[in-house]
């Protein structure tokens, strides 16, 4: 329960976030990762999850908000409310977590195979060698092989092999496979 109650708070990753899509049968993946600053407090990861999950978490709040003021007041001053409420706390989110999110270190790729090949667009290359490497330190975490210092050390080390700011456009770099 203990685990379920941090993921929730904190994230899936404490060392940032995966996002692949479309999850499906198509032709095409688009990968993105997000590595966050090595030796992040737990309040600040749980900030950057919190502003990252705003937009949906906040959308079901205004959900609710609206079945709980019901008729209440007018439809127009519900609204009102709802959105001055949704868009204080997305403001507040992102200034608290401006210089967190300036801090972390991004990478793309796309990949779309094309008659019975693969076309991979983007810096795949980073991107793939930054899952295998948190892979086995997060493995090593568990099995308790390494220490909480060792653990910071390797997140420092993927951390800076990435390039800072923005990922390169997309379309920069094709490789065939």
């Keep these: 329960m203990k685990n379920i109650v941090r993921r929730i708070l904190e994230g899936e990753h404490g060392w940032g976030r995966v996002e692949v899509a479309p999850v499906g049968r198509t032709v095409w993946s688009r990968y993105r990762v997000a590595v966050f600053p090595p030796g992040l407090s737990r309040s600040e990861l749980r ?33 009102l409310a709802v959105a001055a409420v949704y868009s204080g706390v997305f403001w507040g989110a992102a200034t608290l977590t401006r210089d ?35 892979s086995e330190l997060d493995a090593r975490q568990q099995a308790k092989a390494v220490t909480p210092a060792q653990y910071e050390a390797g997140w420092a080390q993927l951390y800076d092999a990435i390039p800072s700011g923005e990922p390169r456009a997309i379309e920069a770099r094709a490789k065939r496979s």
């Excluded at 990949?111 to 290359?125: F, H, K, P, S």
């Design 100 to 134: 967190l999110r300036s801090r972390i270190r991004r990478v793309a790729a796309v990949i779309v195979q094309l008659e019975g090949r693969y076309e991979t667009y983007g810096e795949a290359d980073i991107l793939f060698a930054t899952l295998d490497g948190f």
């Design 47 to 79: 900030s950057l999850n919190f502003y990252y999950s705003w937009p949906i978490a906040g959308a079901l709040a205004a959900v609710f908000a609206f079945a709980a003021l019901g008729s209440t007041w007018p439809v127009v001053l519900d609204v």
